[in-house]
C-alpha cells in the first residue's frame, strides 16, 4: 500500500485525532491507521533512555538513536524495534543528516545536554519529550519554554507522575479548598542515591593510597596509574561529545559515566533537581509555587565540584491574588525529614524514606511517595478526609485525566506526547515546558543556587549553619542581592556559556 508523506500523515492524523477526541490513530478510522507513524529520534539509550526509546516506540517508528557509547548502541540496535533505527554518538549529525524523517525527539542524557539538545530540535520544529530536570540551570529552562511556544511544538517533560489519576486529582481537590488556602509545603527525599560530596576527584579509588599521591602527583597520578584501562573505555565511548556544553576534564572509568554525573554540578543539579521535579508536581500546581523571591540552604559541604551529600533548602512564596505567602521547605539524605511537631497535630503519621506534606488552613495532605501514588488528606487530630463523597467526588468527577496505560504511568506520560502530537494540541500535555515544566524546573532550580553558597559543612557530614540568603527576580532572573553576596560563582549558575558548535540563544 503506497504510503503517504510525514507532513501528510499528521495533519490526517489531527483531524482524525480530533474528530475521535483526541484518543489516537490507532483506533482511529483506517486513513490514519495505515500511513507511516510518526518517526522518532532517541538522544540517549541507557538507564532512563532505555525505557523512553522502547516507549516511543510503542507508538511511533525509530529511524534514529544516539549514545556516546558503542557497545551499547551496538546493543540496542539489535533489539526489537530498533533494528532499522540510524546509530550516531553525536546528536548534532543525527538530527542533521535525518531532519526530514524525524518528527518526535526524546532527549535523556546527563541534565547538562538536555537543553542544547532540546533546543536544536525544537527550532527545526520537532516535537520533544525531555527527562526532568528539564535543565541543568535556570536560563535554559526558560529558554526551552519560550521557542516551544515559539515554534509551536508539543513537548513533554519526563516527571511520569504527573499522568497518576491520584496525582491530578489531588491538584484538582487542594484548588477546590479540600485543605483551605495552602499554608506551608515540606518534601523529603531519601536522594543522593549516587555518590556527592567534596573532594571526589582527590580521594577516589583504592590506589590513591598506593604511592601516587605521596609522589605529589594526586589525581593526574591516579588517572597516569589507570591509563591502559582509560584508554579502553575511551575506545567505546566519545567521551569529548559525552562532555557536550561542559568545561573539560579527563576521564576516569566510573567516576562520570554512566550515572554518577548526577552528583557533579557541571553535569548534574543534585538530589534536588533530580526528585524535586516529581515531588514537587502536585504542590507546585495547587498552589501555584512560581517566582519565588528568596531561597537559603545548609548543607554538609562541598567544594563547588561535587554536591553535597545533605541539604536542607527554604523557598519563599510571595503572596498572590490567590493566597498568601509560602515557605517550601526540602530535605535530602536518608532520614534528613522535617521536625517531627509539623505533623504532630495530624495523627500518627508514617514517616516514608521520601514523602511530601501540604498544610493548609483547614487540613493537610500527606504523600508517603515520590509521585503522589499514595497519598490522604487529613483534618488536626489525623481523621482523613473522604474525597468521595459530596462536593469532593464532584470535584474528582471533572478531572483530566491522563489515557490509561495500565500500571506503566511512565508510559502514559509518553503516550500523551504522542496523542499531542496528533491533535496538533500542545495543550493536551500536562508537563509541556511552557505552561509546567518550564516554570517548575525554574523554581526547583533557585534552590541549588543557595546550595552553592551554603559549601560549609558541619563535621563528620552534618549539616553546617545557613548559607547566604539569594534574593531572587524571578521574572528578570536576576539574583538581585548579587554585588552583596560573599560566595563567588552564583551568578554563574543561573546562564551557562555554551563553547562552539553548540547554540543557547
Known sequence: MKKTSRRSFLKTAALVGSAVGGSGFFIAEGTAQETTRPGVACIGIGG??????????????????????????????QQPNFQKAKTYTDFRKMLDENEKNIDIVTISGPDHMHAPATLMAMRMGKHCYTQKPLTRTIYEARKLAEVAKEMGVCTQMGNQGTTLPTSRTAIDLMKAGIIGEIKEVYAWSNRPSWPQKPNRRETMGSFAKNGYAEHGRGAD????????????????????????????????????????????????????????????????????????????????????????????????????????????????????????????????????????????????????????????????????????????????????FAEDKGSNFDLSNMWELFRAVIANDPSICVSNFVDRAG???????????????????????????????IEWDARNLVVTNLSSLKTPGVGDLVKPVYPEGYRLD
Open 48 to 77: 532512563k533512555g532505555d525505557s523512553d526509546s522502547k516507549n516511543a516506540a510503542e507508538f511511533g517508528d525509530v529511524v534514529a538513536i544516539c549514545d556516546v557509547a558503542h557497545d551499547r548502541l551496538n546493543a540496542k540496535s
Open 221 to 400: 597520578g591516579m588517572i597516569w596509574g589507570k591509563y591502559d584501562e582509560i584508554q579502553r573505555h575511551l575506545q567505546n565511548i566519545d567521551w569529548k561529545t559525552w562532555l557536550n556544553v561542559a568545561p573539560y576534564r579527563d576521564y576516569y572509568p566510573g567516576l562520570y559515566h554512566d550515572f554518577a554525573w548526577r552528583g557533579w554540578w557541571d553535569f548534574g543539579s543534585g538530589a534536588l533537581g533530580d526528585m524535586a521535579c516529581h515531588m514537587l508536581t502536585v504542590p507546585f500546581a495547587a498552589a501555584g509555587l512560581r517566582d519565588p523571591i528568596s531561597v537559603r540552604a545548609k548543607s554538609s559541604g562541598h567544594d563547588f565540584d561535587s554536591f553535597p551529600e545533605a541539604s536542607i533548602i527554604e523557598f519563599e512564596f510571595p503572596a498572590n491574588s490567590e493566597r498568601g505567602r509560602i515557605p517550601f521547605w526540602w530535605y535530602d539524605r536518608e532520614g534528613n525529614r522535617p521536625p517531627r511537631e509539623v505533623f504532630a497535630k495530624y495523627g500518627n503519621i508514617r514517616m516514608s524514606p521520601s514523602g511530601v506534606f501540604i498544610v493548609g488552613e483547614k487540613g493537610a495532605m500527606h504523600s508517603a511517595s515520590d509521585y503522589c501514588e499514595v497519598r490522604s488528606f487529613l483534618v488536626e487530630g489525623g481523621e482523613q478526609i473522604n474525597e468521595d463523597e459530596g462536593k469532593w467526588k464532584e470535584v474528582k468527577e471533572k478531572t483530566v
Open 439 to 469: 516554570p517548575l524546573t525554574e523554581t526547583i532550580l533557585l534552590g541549588n543556587l543557595a546550595v552553592w553558597a551554603a559549601a560549609e559543612g558541619g563535621e563528620d557530614g552534618a549539616l553546617g549553619e545557613w548559607g547566604e540568603k
